[in-house]
């Protein structure tokens, strides 16, 4: 398993912008799946973006297409959640999750790896 730390969250006003971080330990973050989750009050936790460092393929969820982008720097062994133009129905926890192989993108019970969250509030 790999240890993941995130950050970056906080309170926003809607159309607004954040960056979350997370950052891997680990001498093979080149080779693995990232995931971000997001886990509002009351709901389950849903799949926002994903990508694979080792080919570069990235994946997003229908909701945040356009306005999200993931992304990882193998240097720094961190990813990266760049989101646009939050809306109030996003406020949520923000996990990052790792993996060094997922099937399916999309399911968090494919990652073995979870960061503890970072909260992201967007005011209306």
């Known amino acids: 398993q790999v240890r993941l730390v995130e950050s970056g969250g906080g309170l926003v006003q809607a159309g607004e912008s954040l960056r979350l971080s997370c950052l891997a330990s680990?001498?093979?973050?080149?080779?693995?799946?990232m995931g971000w989750f997001r886990q509002a009050p009351g709901k389950e936790r849903e799949f926002v973006a994903a990508?694979?460092?080792?080919?570069?393929?990235?994946y997003y969820a229908d909701s945040v297409k356009g306005r999200f982008t993931i992304s990882g720097d193998n240097a720094e062994n961190t990813a990266y959640l760049q989101m646009n133009i939050l809306k109030p129905e996003e406020t949520a926890v923000y996990y990052c999750?790792?993996?060094?192989?997922?099937?399916?993108?999309?399911?968090?019970?494919?990652?073995?790896?979870w960061g503890q969250g970072t909260q992201v509030t967007v005011s209306s």
């Open positions: 990508i694979s460092l080792g080919y570069g393929n990235t």
């Open positions: 999750a790792a993996s060094g192989y997922v099937r399916t993108v999309t399911q968090r019970g494919e990652y073995a790896s």
């Open positions: 680990g001498r093979t973050f080149s080779n693995y799946v």
